[in-house]
């Protein structure tokens, strides 16, 4: 499976943690090192909800005033195209092709054990 993110994202940083302490073996990709291409974006978007992807709770979203663009789903995978940090982390695609964004630590139980 891979988990994509970055280092120091707090979801991030909980996930792998989870991942590590199960002994449960992954392969992740950095955002900063590695940007989702738009395929890989339309990808997960086939699997989940664009509003499931898009961080409007993150700096970037607020650093680049997206709210007042009042964005439709088109423009919302745009931007995720060109700017990585506005996916909501970490993306896990597991081995069976199922996509999950965010960390939960209950639904990571549940699906990890």
């Known amino acids: 499976m891979k988990v994509y993110g970055i280092k120091t994202c707090g979801s991030v940083k909980k996930a792998l943690k989870f991942l590590d302490e199960r002994g449960i073996k992954y392969e992740f990709v950095d955002f900063k090192k590695t940007p ?6 339309e990808e997960w ?4 909800d664009i509003d499931t992807l898009f961080n409007k709770k993150g700096t970037k979203y607020r650093q680049l005033k997206l709210k007042e663009l009042n964005l439709d789903d088109n423009g919302k995978k745009e931007w995720l195209c060109k700017e990585n ?9 597991l081995d069976n092709g199922e996509v999950i964004v965010g960390f939960d630590e209950d639904r990571y139980k549940e699906i990890f054990g």
């Open 36 to 41: 989702a291409t738009c395929d890989k974006i």
């Open 85 to 93: 940090l506005l996916i909501k982390r970490p993306v896990i695609e």
């Open 45 to 48: 978007l086939k699997k989940v």
